[in-house]
């Protein structure tokens, strides 16, 4: 299943969202022998890509860049490798911020590591240009942090969190008021949700029933301008049940599809519809959009479908792996309406985060199979 196969991207921690988490396109690195050159389906329409290529990015197999979030004011953000290898785990993580004329700015949190699996990995910008994500220090420990417009960097360690390797603090994404969700490992193992306000108040929390063993717990995925957080519950590394937190507290848990699925919720926007994926009796993997009334549409687009984001419109974003095994990028409209998509000069392209205008980044594969950052305006 795909969060089980997402963290053997991410030597330095017992888990990892990427979801990419945000985090998204693990199982990339498992089937990318399987996967061929991908030419487009004929199906875009005429839009705009541009290649997103940090400075400094590594050139060799498994390095690179990769395109995490981007704004309505169309800055970007993301990191980069330039020694190691991601699929291995021996990569190490630096920082960049992309501005909406083309600028980058390179940067490496204070206290970040720099052997494999260490360094500084941010995921997610708001409407400010504020950063949210997280470094791994030398001895693997994860800590989150947050950087302004102007580059002042706010460490963050929540209260419980463990300090041993592949435990600590994980920031995942921040909300247009500064405020950051994300989640802490404690010295067990145990994952735990906390909110962090742009003042420093901190609110951790637990959805009721969740796992409480190792590689167990309350995994957070997104927190919208509202406060209302979204993500799923985790047993032993794998995705069991969605839920909502609204700004007050309340809890409410769902499955995306039958008893037997396990739900995985990767993103959540203004309305407070929620996006993600399920396998019902470990079956594909599928996506899935739930309405803040709670009406849910499943919808499946290939062999895998892997949903990453969903913007104000209703859209989301992922990729989907075809019956022969091809990556494509796809972007689906709130009625439906499916575009694959490949960025031109690359191959297996996977798109993380979608903006209110549709604007879509991620990435895919280049020579050397070296990742590239991509940007495709409509």
Known sequence: MYYEMEGSLHASSTFNLHIRRKMAGIFLALILAAAGPVL????????????IIAPGAGTKSGQGTVAESINDSETIVGFYMNTG?????????????RSASGGYTTFDVAGAGTKAGQGTEPVSINASGTVAGTYYDSKNVMHGFTRSAAGAVTTI????????SGQGTECIAIN?????????IDGAGTIHGFIRSAAGAVTTFDVKGAATGQGSGTMVSSINDAGVVA???EDDFISQLGYVRSASGSIITFEASGSTSSTGVTS?????????????DQGPTSGFTRASGGKITPFSLGVVTEV???NNAGSTVGYLLTAKGVIDAFIRTSAGAVTDFVPTGCTDPVALH??????????CLIKNQAYQGFLRTP
Do not use: M, R
């Not at 247009?176 to 802490?184: F, R």
């Open 354 to 363: 979608i903006n209110t205008a549709g604007d879509v980044v991620g990435y």
């Open 176 to 184: 247009k008021a500064g405020t950051v969700a994300g989640i802490y």
């Open 85 to 97: 290898s991601w699929p291995n785990g021996t990569q190490v993580y630096h920082g960049f911020v």
């Open 157 to 164: 360690d929540v209260a419980g969190a463990g300090t041993g």
């Open 231 to 233: 993500g799923y519950t």
């Open 268 to 280: 959540l926007n203004a309305s407070g519809t929620v996006a993600g994926v399920y396998n019902f």
């Open 40 to 51: 487009c389906s004929g199906q875009e329409a005429p839009v705009t890509y541009t290649s």
């Open 308 to 310: 990453s984001s969903i």
